[in-house]
């Protein structure tokens, strides 16, 4: 059974930093993209960064780009979101997703097959 299961969110103060956690189970994250996603009140879901299968070439928003750093530890089977210099508008519950399938659009939360419960980060002083 396919599991995504995210940790590390919480309350930080603006240019503060958080690591977001995203444990798989049920399959090996080496055949899967995993994207991580964020979503605030009234808002539509955001693309925030992205992991393809494979080779594990990156992608990032632009608003995320220098701040977010993404990467997988395949022994853990686990994808990590580190965020630096966090602002109030990164405030929002992220969550991690995934999919065997080759994506055309990063970005598009539709492409993505498995997701996490989110996990709330909120930024603030």
């Known amino acids: 059974q396919v599991q995504l299961a995210e940790s590390g969110g919480g309350l930080v103060q603006p240019g503060g930093s958080l690591r977001l956690s995203c444990a798989a189970s049920?399959?090996?994250?080496?055949?899967?993209?995993i994207g991580w996603f964020r979503q605030a009140p009234w808002q539509e879901r955001e693309g925030v960064s992205c992991?393809?299968?494979?080779?594990?070439?990156?992608y990032y928003a632009d608003s995320v780009k220098g701040r977010f750093t993404i990467s997988r530890d395949l022994t853990e089977n686990t994808v990590y979101l580190q965020m630096n210099n966090l602002k109030p508008e990164d405030t929002a519950v992220y969550y991690c997703?995934?999919?065997?399938?080759?994506?055309?659009?990063?970005?598009?939360?539709?492409?993505?097959?498995?997701w996490g419960q989110g996990t709330q980060v909120t930024v603030s002083s």
């Open positions: 992991v393809t299968k494979g080779d594990g070439t990156t």
């Open positions: 049920g399959f090996t994250l080496d055949g899967y993209t």
């Open positions: 997703a995934a999919t065997p399938l080759r994506l055309a659009i990063w970005t598009n939360p539709y492409e993505y097959i498995y």
